[in-house]
Protein backbone atom coordinates (compact mmCIF):
# COMPACT_ATOMS: atom_id res chain seq x y z
CA UNK A 1 0.00 0.00 0.00
CA UNK A 2 1.36 3.36 -0.71
CA UNK A 3 0.71 6.82 1.04
CA UNK A 4 1.45 10.55 0.67
CA UNK A 5 4.88 10.84 2.55
CA UNK A 6 5.96 7.38 2.85
CA UNK A 7 9.39 6.55 1.13
CA UNK A 8 8.74 4.69 -2.46
CA UNK A 9 9.20 1.08 -2.28
CA UNK A 10 12.23 -0.13 -3.94
CA UNK A 11 12.88 -2.72 -6.45
CA UNK A 12 15.27 -4.30 -9.23
CA UNK A 13 13.83 -4.91 -12.49
CA UNK A 14 14.50 -5.09 -16.69
CA UNK A 15 14.58 -2.29 -18.34
CA UNK A 16 15.44 -1.92 -22.33
CA UNK A 17 19.17 -0.50 -21.19
CA UNK A 18 19.90 -2.77 -17.87
CA UNK A 19 18.74 -5.95 -17.26
CA UNK A 20 18.57 -5.47 -13.32
CA UNK A 21 18.13 -1.59 -13.26
CA UNK A 22 17.90 -0.86 -9.78
CA UNK A 23 15.69 2.41 -8.35
CA UNK A 24 17.24 2.37 -5.31
CA UNK A 25 20.03 4.43 -7.40
CA UNK A 26 17.62 7.20 -8.44
CA UNK A 27 17.28 10.31 -6.22
CA UNK A 28 17.71 14.00 -6.53
CA UNK A 29 14.47 14.41 -9.19
CA UNK A 30 11.69 13.97 -9.30
CA UNK A 31 10.02 10.57 -10.37
CA UNK A 32 6.84 9.98 -12.61
CA UNK A 33 5.99 6.13 -12.27
CA UNK A 34 3.21 5.03 -14.72
CA UNK A 35 1.93 1.26 -14.14
CA UNK A 36 -0.17 0.62 -17.34
CA UNK A 37 -2.56 -2.42 -17.21
CA UNK A 38 -2.18 -4.99 -19.68
CA UNK A 39 -5.88 -4.43 -21.16
CA UNK A 40 -4.88 -2.63 -24.92
CA UNK A 41 -7.26 0.36 -24.83
CA UNK A 42 -6.45 1.24 -21.38
CA UNK A 43 -2.61 0.66 -21.68
CA UNK A 44 -2.53 2.69 -25.33
CA UNK A 45 -3.95 5.50 -23.54
CA UNK A 46 -1.61 5.82 -20.66
CA UNK A 47 1.47 5.09 -23.19
CA UNK A 48 0.07 8.34 -25.54
CA UNK A 49 -0.73 10.73 -22.40
CA UNK A 50 2.98 9.65 -21.16
CA UNK A 51 4.49 10.09 -24.85
CA UNK A 52 2.77 13.21 -24.81
CA UNK A 53 4.50 15.09 -22.25
CA UNK A 54 8.12 14.42 -22.92
CA UNK A 55 8.32 18.31 -22.58
CA UNK A 56 8.16 18.19 -18.74
CA UNK A 57 10.81 15.07 -18.64
CA UNK A 58 14.58 15.91 -18.32
CA UNK A 59 17.20 13.53 -15.43
CA UNK A 60 18.03 16.50 -13.54
CA UNK A 61 14.34 17.92 -13.08
CA UNK A 62 11.43 14.82 -13.78
CA UNK A 63 12.66 11.29 -14.97
CA UNK A 64 9.91 9.40 -16.16
CA UNK A 65 9.32 5.81 -16.20
CA UNK A 66 6.72 3.47 -17.29
CA UNK A 67 5.77 0.09 -16.19
CA UNK A 68 4.38 -2.50 -18.46
CA UNK A 69 3.06 -6.08 -17.56
CA UNK A 70 3.23 -7.38 -20.59
CA UNK A 71 6.89 -8.93 -22.17
CA UNK A 72 5.22 -8.77 -25.77
CA UNK A 73 4.82 -5.03 -25.80
CA UNK A 74 7.84 -4.18 -23.32
CA UNK A 75 10.15 -5.32 -26.36
CA UNK A 76 8.52 -3.06 -28.57
CA UNK A 77 8.98 0.01 -26.97
CA UNK A 78 11.28 2.67 -27.51
CA UNK A 79 13.48 4.64 -24.92
CA UNK A 80 14.34 8.38 -25.07
CA UNK A 81 13.12 11.90 -24.66
CA UNK A 82 13.48 11.36 -21.11
CA UNK A 83 11.39 8.56 -20.96
CA UNK A 84 12.21 4.72 -20.06
CA UNK A 85 10.42 1.39 -19.31
CA UNK A 86 10.33 -1.21 -16.95
CA UNK A 87 9.01 -4.83 -17.10
CA UNK A 88 7.11 -6.60 -14.39
CA UNK A 89 6.18 -9.53 -15.39
CA UNK A 90 5.27 -11.01 -12.20
CA UNK A 91 3.45 -8.09 -10.80
CA UNK A 92 5.69 -7.43 -7.96
CA UNK A 93 6.17 -3.47 -8.66
CA UNK A 94 3.00 -2.87 -9.21
CA UNK A 95 1.41 -4.33 -6.11
CA UNK A 96 3.63 -2.40 -4.57
CA UNK A 97 2.40 1.02 -5.47
CA UNK A 98 -0.90 -0.42 -5.64
CA UNK A 99 -1.68 -0.85 -9.34
CA UNK A 100 -2.74 -4.84 -8.81
CA UNK A 101 -5.16 -6.24 -6.45
CA UNK A 102 -4.11 -9.92 -5.19
CA UNK A 103 -6.65 -11.02 -6.55
CA UNK A 104 -5.85 -9.84 -10.19
CA UNK A 105 -7.36 -6.50 -10.58
CA UNK A 106 -4.99 -4.05 -12.30
CA UNK A 107 -5.79 -0.13 -12.66
CA UNK A 108 -3.59 2.43 -14.64
CA UNK A 109 -2.02 4.64 -11.72
CA UNK A 110 0.54 7.60 -11.81
CA UNK A 111 2.83 7.98 -9.00
CA UNK A 112 4.86 10.61 -8.49
CA UNK A 113 8.02 10.11 -5.82
CA UNK A 114 9.78 13.17 -4.68
CA UNK A 115 14.01 14.03 -4.95
CA UNK A 116 14.54 12.26 -1.58
CA UNK A 117 12.24 9.18 -2.82
CA UNK A 118 9.38 9.69 -0.95
CA UNK A 119 5.33 9.09 -2.40
CA UNK A 120 4.73 12.71 -3.40
CA UNK A 121 0.92 12.46 -4.78
CA UNK A 122 -0.49 9.52 -7.11
CA UNK A 123 -3.70 9.37 -9.36
CA UNK A 124 -5.76 6.47 -10.95
CA UNK A 125 -6.20 6.80 -14.48
CA UNK A 126 -7.74 7.92 -16.78
CA UNK A 127 -9.99 10.20 -14.66
CA UNK A 128 -7.47 11.85 -13.07
CA UNK A 129 -5.03 12.16 -15.70
CA UNK A 130 -5.76 16.03 -16.18
CA UNK A 131 -4.97 16.84 -12.48
CA UNK A 132 -2.14 14.91 -11.82
CA UNK A 133 -0.13 16.01 -15.40
CA UNK A 134 -1.29 19.90 -14.59
CA UNK A 135 0.67 19.06 -10.95
CA UNK A 136 3.73 18.13 -12.60
CA UNK A 137 3.09 20.92 -14.70
CA UNK A 138 3.91 23.35 -11.46
CA UNK A 139 6.51 21.58 -9.68
CA UNK A 140 9.27 23.54 -7.93
CA UNK A 141 12.83 22.87 -8.72
CA UNK A 142 13.92 19.91 -7.00
CA UNK A 143 16.47 21.47 -4.46
CA UNK A 144 13.07 22.85 -3.28
CA UNK A 145 10.66 20.57 -3.51
CA UNK A 146 10.29 20.57 0.33
CA UNK A 147 9.84 24.28 0.41
CA UNK A 148 12.95 24.66 2.60
CA UNK A 149 16.51 24.09 1.66
CA UNK A 150 17.38 20.59 2.97
CA UNK A 151 20.45 18.45 4.63
CA UNK A 152 21.75 15.63 4.30
CA UNK A 153 21.99 13.67 7.76
CA UNK A 154 25.69 13.65 7.64
CA UNK A 155 28.39 14.71 10.44
CA UNK A 156 31.49 16.80 9.75
CA UNK A 157 34.74 16.75 11.99
CA UNK A 158 37.50 18.84 11.17
CA UNK A 159 41.30 18.27 12.41
CA UNK A 160 41.46 14.18 12.31
CA UNK A 161 44.52 13.84 10.48
CA UNK A 162 46.82 16.56 10.82
CA UNK A 163 48.79 17.49 7.98
CA UNK A 164 51.86 15.20 8.02
CA UNK A 165 49.57 12.84 8.74
CA UNK A 166 48.11 13.87 5.53
CA UNK A 167 50.74 13.82 3.43
CA UNK A 168 52.59 10.88 4.27
CA UNK A 169 49.32 8.88 2.80
CA UNK A 170 49.63 11.03 -0.11
CA UNK A 171 53.50 9.73 -0.67
CA UNK A 172 52.16 6.05 0.17
CA UNK A 173 49.88 6.42 -3.02
CA UNK A 174 52.63 8.15 -5.12
CA UNK A 175 54.88 5.08 -4.24
CA UNK A 176 52.47 2.51 -5.25
CA UNK A 177 50.50 4.50 -8.44
CA UNK A 178 47.66 3.24 -7.46
CA UNK A 179 45.18 0.27 -9.14
CA UNK A 180 41.63 1.18 -10.93
CA UNK A 181 39.15 0.91 -8.45
CA UNK A 182 36.19 -1.39 -8.84
CA UNK A 183 32.14 -1.17 -7.40
CA UNK A 184 30.90 -4.54 -5.60
CA UNK A 185 28.37 -5.72 -7.34
CA UNK A 186 26.50 -9.14 -7.17
CA UNK A 187 27.09 -11.49 -9.84
CA UNK A 188 26.22 -15.54 -9.76
CA UNK A 189 25.38 -15.14 -6.01
CA UNK A 190 28.63 -13.45 -5.25
CA UNK A 191 29.83 -10.42 -4.22
CA UNK A 192 32.44 -9.33 -7.03
CA UNK A 193 34.60 -6.43 -7.97
CA UNK A 194 33.14 -4.94 -11.58
CA UNK A 195 35.38 -2.52 -13.55
CA UNK A 196 33.06 0.38 -15.10
CA UNK A 197 31.65 3.66 -16.37
CA UNK A 198 30.24 3.71 -12.84
CA UNK A 199 33.34 4.99 -11.25
CA UNK A 200 36.45 6.31 -12.09
CA UNK A 201 39.14 6.17 -9.21
CA UNK A 202 42.28 4.42 -8.31
CA UNK A 203 42.99 3.43 -4.55
CA UNK A 204 46.26 2.28 -2.98
CA UNK A 205 46.57 0.37 0.17
CA UNK A 206 48.27 1.20 3.03
CA UNK A 207 49.84 -2.06 4.22
CA UNK A 208 52.71 -0.74 6.73
CA UNK A 209 51.50 -2.07 10.47
CA UNK A 210 52.64 1.14 12.17
CA UNK A 211 51.00 3.52 9.81
CA UNK A 212 47.92 1.54 9.92
CA UNK A 213 48.28 2.33 13.90
CA UNK A 214 49.10 5.94 13.40
CA UNK A 215 45.46 5.90 11.73
CA UNK A 216 43.78 4.06 14.05
CA UNK A 217 44.98 6.02 16.85
CA UNK A 218 44.09 9.41 15.65
CA UNK A 219 40.22 7.81 14.31
CA UNK A 220 39.41 6.62 17.90
CA UNK A 221 40.31 9.57 20.27
CA UNK A 222 39.10 12.46 17.53
CA UNK A 223 36.36 10.77 15.17
CA UNK A 224 34.66 7.73 16.89
CA UNK A 225 33.49 9.93 20.16
CA UNK A 226 31.52 12.33 17.70
CA UNK A 227 29.75 9.52 15.86
CA UNK A 228 28.74 8.26 19.21
CA UNK A 229 27.31 11.57 19.96
CA UNK A 230 25.54 12.82 16.69
CA UNK A 231 24.19 8.83 15.66
CA UNK A 232 23.93 7.18 19.39
CA UNK A 233 26.19 4.20 17.40
CA UNK A 234 29.75 2.87 18.83
CA UNK A 235 32.00 2.09 16.02
CA UNK A 236 34.41 -0.90 17.31
CA UNK A 237 35.61 -2.36 13.94
CA UNK A 238 37.18 -0.51 10.92
CA UNK A 239 37.60 -1.91 7.12
CA UNK A 240 39.87 -1.16 4.60
CA UNK A 241 42.87 1.49 4.69
CA UNK A 242 43.09 3.26 1.04
CA UNK A 243 44.24 6.09 -0.23
CA UNK A 244 41.74 6.84 -3.21
CA UNK A 245 42.80 9.45 -5.82
CA UNK A 246 40.62 11.19 -8.10
CA UNK A 247 42.41 12.55 -10.77
CA UNK A 248 40.64 15.53 -13.39
CA UNK A 249 42.96 14.19 -16.06
CA UNK A 250 40.36 11.69 -16.58
CA UNK A 251 37.31 13.48 -15.10
CA UNK A 252 37.71 10.97 -11.83
CA UNK A 253 34.29 10.70 -10.41
CA UNK A 254 31.72 8.03 -8.23
CA UNK A 255 28.34 7.92 -9.54
CA UNK A 256 24.83 7.58 -7.06
CA UNK A 257 25.53 4.34 -5.34
CA UNK A 258 25.21 2.87 -1.91
CA UNK A 259 27.85 0.71 0.08
CA UNK A 260 25.58 -1.65 1.69
CA UNK A 261 23.75 -3.52 -1.03
CA UNK A 262 25.51 -6.42 -1.96
CA UNK A 263 25.50 -9.52 0.71
CA UNK A 264 29.42 -8.94 0.90
CA UNK A 265 28.94 -5.42 1.94
CA UNK A 266 26.02 -5.67 4.23
CA UNK A 267 27.39 -5.13 7.49
CA UNK A 268 29.17 -1.72 6.48
CA UNK A 269 27.10 0.44 8.70
CA UNK A 270 29.15 4.29 8.09
CA UNK A 271 31.53 5.30 5.75
CA UNK A 272 33.99 7.86 6.15
CA UNK A 273 35.42 10.09 3.55
CA UNK A 274 39.15 11.90 4.97
CA UNK A 275 40.30 14.43 2.65
CA UNK A 276 43.80 14.83 2.38
CA UNK A 277 44.13 17.94 0.31
CA UNK A 278 40.88 19.95 -0.08
CA UNK A 279 42.76 23.12 -1.13
CA UNK A 280 44.53 21.50 -4.34
CA UNK A 281 41.70 20.60 -6.57
CA UNK A 282 38.22 21.41 -8.00
CA UNK A 283 34.99 19.68 -8.13
CA UNK A 284 35.13 16.36 -6.42
CA UNK A 285 32.73 17.00 -3.71
CA UNK A 286 30.29 14.57 -1.73
CA UNK A 287 26.67 14.94 -2.72
CA UNK A 288 23.37 13.70 -1.72
CA UNK A 289 20.94 13.27 -4.48
CA UNK A 290 18.01 12.83 -2.09
CA UNK A 291 19.17 15.96 -0.50
CA UNK A 292 19.84 18.18 -4.36
CA UNK A 293 21.30 21.69 -3.70
CA UNK A 294 24.02 21.21 -1.73
CA UNK A 295 27.53 19.45 -1.53
CA UNK A 296 29.96 18.30 1.16
CA UNK A 297 33.80 18.84 1.06
CA UNK A 298 35.65 18.42 4.50
CA UNK A 299 39.04 20.44 5.39
CA UNK A 300 41.99 18.95 4.55
CA UNK A 301 42.38 15.93 7.54
CA UNK A 302 38.37 16.62 8.22
CA UNK A 303 36.43 13.84 8.06
CA UNK A 304 32.54 13.61 6.84
CA UNK A 305 30.78 10.63 7.98
CA UNK A 306 27.58 9.12 7.00
CA UNK A 307 25.21 6.19 6.66
CA UNK A 308 25.90 3.56 4.01
CA UNK A 309 22.56 3.24 3.01
CA UNK A 310 22.45 7.32 2.15
CA UNK A 311 22.64 7.54 -1.74
CA UNK A 312 25.51 9.90 -2.98
CA UNK A 313 28.05 10.23 -5.58
CA UNK A 314 31.26 11.91 -5.91
CA UNK A 315 31.18 14.76 -8.36
CA UNK A 316 33.77 14.81 -11.04
CA UNK A 317 37.38 16.06 -10.38
CA UNK A 318 37.84 18.96 -12.80
CA UNK A 319 40.70 20.63 -12.24
CA UNK A 320 44.22 18.30 -10.07
CA UNK A 321 44.19 15.62 -8.25
CA UNK A 322 41.64 14.76 -4.78
CA UNK A 323 43.20 12.80 -2.48
CA UNK A 324 41.25 11.05 0.49
CA UNK A 325 41.12 8.44 3.18
CA UNK A 326 37.67 5.61 2.82
CA UNK A 327 37.22 3.59 5.56
CA UNK A 328 34.39 1.73 6.53
CA UNK A 329 32.99 1.69 10.69
CA UNK A 330 30.45 -1.04 12.13
CA UNK A 331 30.36 -2.76 15.35
CA UNK A 332 30.40 -6.36 16.83
CA UNK A 333 26.52 -7.05 15.79
CA UNK A 334 27.67 -6.03 11.89
CA UNK A 335 30.98 -7.84 12.46
CA UNK A 336 28.33 -11.53 12.85
CA UNK A 337 27.03 -10.73 9.24
CA UNK A 338 29.93 -9.83 7.54
CA UNK A 339 31.55 -13.14 8.97
CA UNK A 340 27.90 -15.04 8.05
CA UNK A 341 28.38 -13.65 4.53
CA UNK A 342 32.20 -14.17 3.72
CA UNK A 343 31.17 -17.24 2.04
CA UNK A 344 29.45 -14.80 -0.73
CA UNK A 345 32.55 -12.80 -1.48
CA UNK A 346 34.86 -14.45 -4.82
CA UNK A 347 37.80 -12.55 -3.54
CA UNK A 348 39.53 -12.18 0.01
CA UNK A 349 37.83 -9.51 1.99
CA UNK A 350 39.50 -5.67 2.92
CA UNK A 351 41.49 -5.67 5.93
CA UNK A 352 39.75 -5.00 9.21
CA UNK A 353 40.72 -4.25 12.92
CA UNK A 354 39.09 -3.41 15.87
CA UNK A 355 38.63 0.55 15.72
Known amino acids: MIGVGRPAPMFVAPSRANPKFTFYSQGGAYILLAFLPREAAARDAMRARITAHR ?28 LRWFLDAEGAISRAYGALDDDGAERGRWVLIDPALRIQFW ?26 ELYAPVLMVPRIFEPEL ?72 MERYIVACYDARDGGYFSPHRDNTTKGTAHRRFACSINLNAEDFEGGDLRFPAFPGRTYRPPTGGAVVFSCSLLHEATPVTKGKRYAFLPFFYDEDAARIREANLGFLAAPPPETHPA
Open 55 to 82: ALYADDRLRAFGVLRDQAVFSQVEEGGG
Open 123 to 148: ANAPEEDARFFAALATLPPPERHAGV
Open 166 to 237: CRRLIDVYEADGGTPSGVMREVGGKTVGVLDNFKRRRDATVTDPQLQADLRDRLGPRLLPEIAAAFQYKVTR
